[in-house]
């Protein structure tokens, strides 16, 4: 790859770097309204089918687009031009077999998914959810041969559009559900719908690409089938496992939680609100996480293994960059959260419910950072199969845990059940790390002194401002929005200002960020009397 090339992939993996964190603060944020306005039994209908929905998108987004991108660059360096009857005709063929057959399994088997789950009314809802596989290998074969041919564009903005319509017409639907006092049960089935209005509109953008770049001729080679079933059924499942980290998490809470809580104790009515209540902590988990990673994953297109080779100590710079902001990032989220949550619960979500295992599920923000970060580095120097291997062990711990955990501590286990097996993700993937890279010495790199001192500083702040506060009536909403703003702007101000100030960065590490010339003039005023 020459340097223009390499330019164009690097500012392409960085525009669909962008998509994905525009595309993942919408998918947490539409799900703060939709609480409101459903109440945390509507909350937990739509969590009981996002999983499904959610793996059905990652498979068109990163799991088959990979695989269908690298058979595409591996055919043209082989000199053999993809055409219809080689390349578009097969590989369509291969992905309607493979989703077809999820969806046969999942409309066949709705009925018992749902007894399985512990609530035999989202039987339909499970069924209509299979139809959005059918759809599944118009998106994911026009992705992967534009992202084969470096246009990453189209994929970009096909995420954006399939997102902003999935987050329109959910809080549509859960507005007039609310209105018109419609059965709660619909709002699963408008979670489908918008799902597959999403997906359309992401096949309609990408067609316009196509029909525009016209990547394909007119030739006619072999069919190498045992290849392309070989990379799509492997390639394909393995590189999507390695963007579901929090959704396997949801997926065990999916089957295990309810059936859990009823072992608890709880009425069918009581486990579906606490199941309601316990998922409260996922938007914000999953927003603490785009924020604990999104600088460190800006850096991961310029890891591969070949530069390693090539440059190995900038690679082991950029490395221990992106670990570290992932770090230092994610504990200040994570403690900043925990230390204003009740706030932050009436705030989003009306009331003080949960907050007490809600603050045991939070600390999940720093474990599952780590975990992100590490397995894009572990993805990008080409070790994609440990990383999802790790990913179905945590998968294993979760299901497992909730089942010993949830019927002795009701959701409060289920949030340690959360947090131990994103602990066992991270320390897999940080073990990992250190056989494959025995020279990052990674742990030792964390200033540790700065990163106490941060933490104790911001938490000490945020105490004093809470404890003047007190003496005031926020009775309104609107007045607990303004002073959650507040505090959560300027404690993670006083964070990041003491990480700079201690020394927790290098002037070589602040350089890579935005704003750099500023960042580095706080750091080096910090000996200065």
Known sequence: MDGNESNKFVKGALLLTLAGLISKVLSAGYRIPLQNLTGDIGFYIYQQVY??????????????????????????????????????????????????????????????????VGDANLANIYRFAAFIFLLLPFSALIRGVL???????????????????????????????????????????????????????????????????????????????????????????????????????????????????????????????????????????????????????????????EKLQKDPDTIYHYIRSALSFSLYLAIGATIGLISIFPETNILLFENEKGTTSLRILVTAILLCSVAITGSSILHGLGYMKRTAAFILIALFAKWILNQFMVPFWGITGGAIATVVSLLVLSVLVILELRRKLPKLRYIEQINWRSLLTASIGMTVYLWIIDYLFSFTNLSSRIELLVYVMFIAITGAIVYILLLIRTGAFSKKALSMLPFATFFIRLHSGRNTK
């Open 51 to 116: 999983p499904i929905l959610g793996m059905a998108l990652v498979l068109s987004l990163y799991g088959f687009p990979s695989a269908i991108s690298k058979m595409t660059v591996d055919l043209k360096a082989q000199g053999i031009n993809i055409s219809f009857r080689n390349f578009y005709v097969p590989i369509f063929s291969i992905l309607f077999c493979i989703n077809g057959a999820i969806f046969i399994f999942l409309l066949f088997n709705a009925d018992s998914i749902a007894v399985w």
């Open 147 to 305: 992202q084969g041919s470096n246009y990453m564009k189209p994929t970009a903005y096909s995420q954006v559009g399939e997102q902003l319509v999935r987050v329109c017409i959910i809080i549509f639907a859960a507005v007039f559900i609310s209105v018109q006092g419609e059965t709660i049960y619909k709002i699963g089935n408008a979670a489908v719908l918008a799902s597959i209005a999403g997906m359309i509109t992401a096949i309609f953008i990408l067609s316009l690409f196509f029909i525009k770049h016209k990547p394909y001729f007119h030739e006619k080679n072999e069919i190498p089938w045992n290849y392309y079933v070989r990379t799509l059924v492997t390639l394909g499942i393995v590189a999507a496992l390695n963007h579901m980290i929090l959704l396997v998490i949801q997926f065990a809470d999916t089957f295990t939680l309810v059936p859990s809580l009823k072992e608890y104790g709880l009425s069918q009515m009581e486990s579906m609100e606490a199941k309601g209540i316990f998922d409260r902590g996922q938007p914000l988990i999953q927003l603490g996480t785009v924020l604990g990673s999104s600088f460190a994953l800006a850096l991961i297109p310029t890891i591969s293994k």
